[in-house]
């Protein structure tokens, strides 16, 4: 099966990345109980800041650079809208390794090529 999720917050100060990534996570953790999962995360809006490398947060707290490298280990895609780095001045080699800059027209063929498209 083949899951897409679309992420749109901050990666801090709301908790909808955190939330999908965990879902995202557990989704491919139990791909021997649920079949072979295929799973692409787009980030776009303000959720492009989550895919930046050397993110510090205080002892306790998530962290999504951590979360994302292990939706990555894991067999996951991570695509980050390329108009949504450049409106934050970020590039790709600042970046998480494995993070890829995308396109619109890519986050279009991934959805028509999703059996099921989660939005946070």
Do not use: H, W
């Amino acid at each position: 099966m083949k899951f897409l999720f679309i992420l749109n917050d901050p990666p801090y100060g709301t908790e909808r990345v955190y939330n999908g990534l965990r879902l995202a996570n557990d989704l491919l953790s139990k791909q021997e109980v649920n079949g072979a999962i295929e799973l692409d995360v787009f980030l776009m809006g303000d959720s492009a800041s989550a895919a930046k490398a050397g993110q510090a947060t205080p002892n306790g707290y998530y962290n999504v650079e951590r979360m994302l490298t292990t939706l990555l280990r894991k067999g996951g895609t991570i695509r980050v809208c390329a108009t949504c780095l450049d409106a934050r001045g970020l590039t790709q080699q600042e970046l998480l390794d494995g993070a890829q800059r995308s396109t619109l027209d890519e986050l279009t063929a991934l959805t028509a090529a999703a059996d099921k498209v989660l939005v946070f």
